[in-house]
């Protein structure tokens, strides 16, 4: 019994003595050198101090191993006239990853070749704000000319062509589709997505807008597609997290998105609209101009700057534009009045700049001009673009063979583009 003893207590002592050590050589790789990597990882191999480290030092010693620096992401907010399209560029380690943001307007064709001329072949997210041919224009020119891999849409349905042929091209080319919900977080590669809104889709379709926000490493950016006031205000009550250092301004800049409010729930460092030069819709509006400014944030628009990029190593950014401009004081928006979705429409001036109302793209009030398209068949004309002729209109209900004759007959209707 005492001889055996005696052995127990010896093994008792040498495992003290082994334990001691161990703990050493932990907290000296820790106090010490920090890019001694090669140390840590032989300790943690070590059954022994694993053991006898407290959860304190374990975690320290997974953060000196495993937390890698961010390499630099650009987001490109791509000049695509009077529409929007963003792209993200980001690696993590040897995987790159791309993420495409809307994708412009539905009678161009310039965020393909965009794409191209740098060099992208492979698209792992596309998120479609929300249903407008300005917002998911391209969506089926740029998946049949490129390996997507998914695309992420609010769940809108909408009665468009452009809509159809975007379905299409999802089915044909078998690539997966998604309808995020709020509080979805998602890890894609170092960059953490956050679905924002909507709940549901009870509001006109800018307000049923996809809000993302993205976080790389300390830097957020935030995207609110069409999102208006009704969609703003619903987020800031509910408690939504909208702080973010770069925001994408709602709406082109209209006077119905940017809300005082809702600014200041997302203090944001840097603003950016996007909109066509010279646009019909007076986008950017010199109210929501004066409102973001007032913020202290610092704005670009793609009228004015061209493609703007901002570049981040997670820590701090920069922001570059492709054109030397500043954001004009002077709007066609001081003498206009907003109709029911939002649109700006002048107050002063009732005749179009020629005698064609081109049904693809002309201004809610324009559009009324045309017979038998009033107050609420203009809504549906706005939401069922683009047509690929008058007779197209037939699409809109209530418009029949002998409305279109008339609508013909009157010779005000056109399409361009």
Known sequence: MHYKLLNYLYILVGLLFLAGCGTGNIESTIEGDASSKDEVSTNLESPEIIEETSNEDY??????????????????????????ATLLEFNDGNEEYKILIDTGNWNSSDVVSYLHAHDIKDIDIIAITHPHADHIGQLDQVINEFNVEEVWMNGEI???Q?????????????VDYYEPQVDDVFDIGPVEVSVLHPNTLLRSTNDNSLVLRIQYGEIIFLFTGDAERQA?????????NLKAHVLQVGHHGSSTSSTERFLQAVEPEVAIYSAGAGNSYGHPNLE??????????????????????VETDGKTYTVLTSKQGTIPRESSAESNEVNEIGEEVSKTETKPTSSCVDINTASGEDIQRIIHIGPTRHLDLINLRPFSSVDDLSRIKGIGPARIKDII????????G
Do not use: W
């Open 288 to 309: 929501a101009i004066d409102r973001i400014e007032a913020s202290g944030a610092h704005l670009y628009g793609t009228d004015v700057h061209g493609t703007i990029l």
């Open 162 to 174: 452009i809509f159809s042929a975007s379905i299409t091209a999802i089915e044909t080319n078998d």
């Open 59 to 84: 975690e320290k010693v997974e953060v000196l191993t495993l937390d890698p620096l961010l390499s630099k992401m650009t987001v490109h907010y791509i000049d695509v006239g009077q529409g929007d």
């Open 232 to 240: 703003e205000n619903e987020m800031v009550s509910i408690g939504v």
């Open 409 to 416: 007959a009157q010779g005000i209707a056109c399409t361009g």
């Open 158 to 160: 909408a009665n468009s």
